[in-house]
Nanobody, 123 residues
Framework: VQLQASGGGSVQPGGSLRLSCTAS?????IGWFRQAPGKEREGVAC????????NYADSVKGRFTISRDNKENTVYLQMNNLKPEDAAVYYC????????????????????WGQGTQVTISS
């Protein structure tokens, strides 16, 4: 397994979760995507390299934070103030190279994908 994602679960609206993604491959760009039933996969957070400022989808700005632990080769997605519309299967994805800004939300440009972890929001 090249990317191993974990940390999903069920929380109430307003709650928090932290997703983890541990890589067994070298990468430069790493991102988190999500896919809700009947919807296309969408990017929510991206770190194009350890030196770049992370990027976020407008829908999660101010609530989600992506961070890298380079020593552990692990990336985290801290999700706060979760809303019902955040419910989805979340995937981590990695690219060997540094993706250009315009391609960071294109799933086809990533080389590796984790298996997905379910996030459920329910009261």
């Amino acid at each position: 397994v090249q990317l191993q994602a974990s940390g999903g679960g069920s929380v109430q609206p307003g709650g928090s979760l932290r997703l983890s993604c541990t890589a067994s491959v070298d990468y430069t760009t790493i991102g988190w995507f999500r896919q809700a039933p009947g919807k296309e996969r969408e990017g929510v957070a991206c770190s194009r390299s350890r030196h770049d400022i992370p990027n976020y989808a407008d829908s999660v700005k101010g609530r989600f934070t992506i961070s890298r632990d380079n020593k552990e080769n692990t990336v985290y997605l801290q999700m706060n103030n979760l809303k019902p519309e955040d419910a989805a299967v979340y995937y981590c994805a990695a690219a060997s190279g540094r993706l250009i800004s315009s391609r960071r939300w294109n799933p086809d440009t990533y080389d590796y994908w984790g298996q997905g972890t379910q996030v459920t929001i329910s009261s």
